[in-house]
């Protein structure tokens, strides 16, 4: 199983659902489940509202995000890619997930939970755009 | 399903609310969601039951909503009690120390006899 799919969406709300519309075009196509494929779906989520609620924030109009997709074998990696100023997630402080409700801060947790869900995150900055990679196995389904 | 909406149904038993969302819990529906569970709360009253069954999976986002609708019914002298958490949703709340956060039960019916008697 191998293939490979480049996306561009408007670095707003408007792009987040629809990096999640085509990616579920993506993984529909290769005939993959929800069950296997609910992480993506969570990382892209926090990933670009991180990028545009903060990264592009006061940006003019017209911001792109660039997401390549690849599926191969039972593995799927995704490089979301944005020219917002350096921001490396991996440098990010975790967020205290022992507090009670009251004392819980509530930014964070986003990026914590890419983290642990991802086998692997690498960041780099390249030229003048941010390079997120995040990597995992499917989900097996219960 | 292109889905990337989220519907809620509901209805009440007794005094209880019981909320039932169905789709997706991210960055795309969770300021709908929100607006639309605080004003069930301020309406109806603040003893609810969040039914996750039909939650496909949630981002912290979807988190953030759960939050601030547990604070708001503690504002209100009530109280949430999830039911019913997928695979996916559980996870999430395993990951985001979530679980030790909400009251979680089983079913919608485990969670209604929990608010019933007191």
Same mark, same amino acid.
């Given at each position: 199983m191998e293939a490979s799919q480049r996306l561009l969406v408007p670095g707003s709300q408007e792009g987040i659902r629809q990096a999640a519309e085509r990616f579920d075009a993506f993984s529909a196509a290769h005939g993959l489940s929800k069950g296997e494929v609910w992480p993506f779906h969570v990382a892209l989520d926090e990933t670009l509202s991180n990028i545009i609620g903060? #990264?592009?924030?006061?940006?003019?109009? #017209?911001a792109q995000i660039e997401i390549e997709l690849r599926l191969h074998d039972r593995e799927i990696e995704m490089l979301i890619v944005d020219d917002a100023p350096p921001f490396n997630p991996l440098e990010a402080q975790q967020p205290d997930t022992e507090l009670p409700l009251e004392d819980r801060q509530v930014g964070g947790l986003g990026i914590a939970l890419v983290r642990k869900l991802m086998e692997v995150v690498e960041y780099e900055r390249l030229g003048d755009r941010n390079r997120l990679r995040l990597r995992r196995k499917l989900m097996e389904e219960l | 399903m292109t889905g990337s909406g989220l519907e809620i149904h509901e209805e009440s038993k007794g005094d209880v609310l019981i909320v039932a969302p169905s789709g997706r819990m991210d960055a795309v529906t969770s300021d709908d969601l929100e607006r639309r569970l605080l004003a069930l709360v301020a309406a109806r009253g603040a003893r609810l039951v969040v039914d996750m069954r039909g939650v496909e999976y949630i981002s912290s986002a979807g988190l953030r909503v759960l939050l601030r609708l547990a604070k708001k019914a503690k504002e209100q002298s009530g109280r949430v009690v999830l039911s019913s958490l997928g695979p996916a949703v559980r996870q999430v709340f395993e990951l985001a120390g979530f679980l030790a956060l909400f009251e979680v039960e089983a079913s919608r019916e485990l969670a209604l006899a929990r608010l019933t008697d007191g």
């Amino acid at each position: 199983m191998e293939a490979s799919q480049r996306l561009l969406v408007p670095g707003s709300q408007e792009g987040i659902r629809q990096a999640a519309e085509r990616f579920d075009a993506f993984s529909a196509a290769h005939g993959l489940s929800k069950g296997e494929v609910w992480p993506f779906h969570v990382a892209l989520d926090e990933t670009l509202s991180n990028i545009i609620g903060h #990264g592009l924030q006061g940006r003019a109009p #017209g911001a792109q995000i660039e997401i390549e997709l690849r599926l191969h074998d039972r593995e799927i990696e995704m490089l979301i890619v944005d020219d917002a100023p350096p921001f490396n997630p991996l440098e990010a402080q975790q967020p205290d997930t022992e507090l009670p409700l009251e004392d819980r801060q509530v930014g964070g947790l986003g990026i914590a939970l890419v983290r642990k869900l991802m086998e692997v995150v690498e960041y780099e900055r390249l030229g003048d755009r941010n390079r997120l990679r995040l990597r995992r196995k499917l989900m097996e389904e219960l | 399903m292109t889905g990337s909406g989220l519907e809620i149904h509901e209805e009440s038993k007794g005094d209880v609310l019981i909320v039932a969302p169905s789709g997706r819990m991210d960055a795309v529906t969770s300021d709908d969601l929100e607006r639309r569970l605080l004003a069930l709360v301020a309406a109806r009253g603040a003893r609810l039951v969040v039914d996750m069954r039909g939650v496909e999976y949630i981002s912290s986002a979807g988190l953030r909503v759960l939050l601030r609708l547990a604070k708001k019914a503690k504002e209100q002298s009530g109280r949430v009690v999830l039911s019913s958490l997928g695979p996916a949703v559980r996870q999430v709340f395993e990951l985001a120390g979530f679980l030790a956060l909400f009251e979680v039960e089983a079913s919608r019916e485990l969670a209604l006899a929990r608010l019933t008697d007191g």
